[in-house]
């Protein structure tokens, strides 16, 4: 928690308890990376990874992406946002979303170590599907060659969350009018398996997909 | 279309569809706002509106929102994203994400005039469950104080998108190992009507929750 990640509003939506950003965090797997891509802010997707022992997350992208190259160095901003509801109230002025929010800031360091590359990927692989690391044959020289991955250190980071009701004016409440929240997840529909596969679906993605429902 | 938001790699997942951008951006209704908060990029999730007949989005937040109020008169990003499914490949490499993606860059806006602003923020209702403003109270001038507007030029604009199944290496097939994808989608739960009402759920939250299903 820093000067740049202090809530400067809504107070009582943020959340100091790191554990529970950590397990956030853990949680998820698609972030938005913004970097500042020359004079101007681009923010876009991408595949995350929780490293809890050295305290970073990693982002992985291709080598070729540009807007990537100039992230090594410079500050960064990672944000793992879920949506979880859409706040129905009374006005559209106290319209609002459940959500929790992690934001991460800090100097991106480019992962040059082959050997830090390959556990990296191997992490992200698992946040998105745990276990499945172990099932598949490691990355070739190649393949890491291909890949870029940078480090965020989690020492800036926050959560804020919003979570409950509506929060309504007294008047609108005793006009009578309607309200309330419509809860949202992501949400896992059935397993496609590859057509080139007879094989059933391997059990870690069972898994994911039942956690996913 | 401009060299900002001109695609520098996979190419082929870029959509040239105006048409294709807008329906995506009329049909989400999350985006994250990256701004320069002085030195370094913040991206917040937002609630956001398309607004066809100016080209532009608006974005909305709170006047005591510190890092938006860097924004206007300066370049921003707005990034809609929806995750589709996990893309789970027989290698860590060829593992992805089936996802579209729309990136708007431009000088964000600070919506001044209270008729507009006004207009927007119904907007973002409506983009949330549309034709839900029909059913509320007008926002107050009080309301519309409190809550600042930007506005965002769909000048340059992309769409990128990633769809269908695995894309493996030969070996890997040969192999056997299993591969498919798991479709994902954000979907919402059962309406929970808030305690205060005893009103049935109104026909447009509905049928949005029914979309969202």
Redesign the interface.
Same mark, same amino acid.
């Given at each position: 928690m820093s000067d740049?990640t202090r809530l *400067?509003?809504?107070r009582e939506r943020g959340v100091e308890n790191r554990e529970e950003l950590l397990d956030f965090l853990a949680g998820q797997f698609?972030a938005?990376?913004?970097?500042?891509?020359g004079?101007?802010?681009?923010?876009?997707?991408v595949?995350y990874a929780l490293d809890r022992e050295g305290d970073q997350l990693y982002v992985h992208g291709?080598v070729?992406?540009?807007?990537m190259r100039s992230a090594p160095g410079s500050?960064?901003?990672v944000?793992v946002?879920s949506?979880d509801g859409?706040v129905?109230a009374?006005?559209?002025?106290h319209?609002s979303?459940n959500?929790r929010?992690a934001?991460v800031?800090g100097d991106a360091r480019l992962v040059e170590p082959e050997e830090e590359r390959a556990r990296a990927?191997?992490l992200?692989?698992d946040q998105?599907?745990p276990g499945?690391?172990s099932?598949?044959?490691?990355? *070739?020289r190649k393949?890491l060659a291909?890949?870029s991955v940078l480090a965020v250190p989690l020492a800036e980071a926050s959560l804020k969350r919003r979570e409950g009701?509506?929060g309504?004016e007294p008047e609108?409440?005793e006009?009578?009018?309607?309200?309330?929240?419509?809860?949202?997840?992501?949400?896992?529909?059935?397993?496609?398996?590859?057509?080139? *596969?007879s094989?059933?679906?391997?059990e870690d993605?069972a898994r994911?997909?039942a956690e996913?429902r």
């Open positions: 740049r *400067t509003r809504l698609i938005h990376l913004a970097v500042d891509a004079g101007y802010p681009v923010a876009l997707p595949a291709s070729g992406a540009g807007w500050p960064v901003c944000t946002t949506v859409l129905l009374r006005s559209g002025f319209h979303m959500y929010c934001v800031i990927l191997d992200v692989v998105i599907v499945r690391v099932t598949l044959r490691a990355n *070739t393949e291909a890949t009701g509506v309504d609108d409440v006009a009578g009018t309607w309200a309330g929240v419509l809860p949202l997840r992501l949400a896992a529909g059935e397993v496609e398996t590859d057509p080139l *596969t094989r059933p679906v391997p993605v994911r997909a996913l």
